[in-house]
């Protein structure tokens, strides 16, 4: 058995479509925070259920709102850790299932959806 450091995905790399094309999914990241609520099973999401704004586009007639078939995560973040405006949060990728790709994150806030994967 080999010693090797195993590092975490990069947040930063997006998710590959279904077909596996090679081609990026692009995140549609929203402006404001849209509230979530998020079921975890062995601390990963396991159902997502989000107030989305009227108005505001998924796609055609669906919503971000079922059980996840797909997690990619935990992605912790944190910034300005040295003043008061420090912030911290940890974000998952979820697939539900209509669907629907989606980026979301727990924060001191509670649970938010970040955007939506083209």
């Known amino acids: 058995m080999r ?3 195993v590092m975490p995905p990069d947040p930063s790399t997006p998710l590959r ?3 596996d094309d090679g081609l990026p999914i692009p995140l549609r990241r929203f402006r404001k925070r849209i509230k979530a609520t998020v079921l975890l099973e062995s601390n990963r ?3 997502v ?3 989305v704004r009227a108005g505001l586009a998924v796609r055609a007639g669906a919503t971000v709102e079922g059980a996840t078939v797909m997690q990619e995560g935990p992605y912790p973040l944190s910034g300005n850790w040295w003043d008061e405006q420090a912030w911290a949060r940890v ?3 979820v697939e539900i299932e209509n669907g629907i790709m989606a980026r979301c994150y727990c924060d001191q806030d509670g649970w938010a959806i970040d955007g939506i994967y083209d």
């Open 91 to 93: 974000e998952w990728d």
């Open 17 to 19: 479509s279904a077909q």
């Open 3 to 5: 010693n090797e450091k």
């Open 45 to 47: 999401p396991a159902h």
């Open 49 to 51: 259920r989000s107030a």
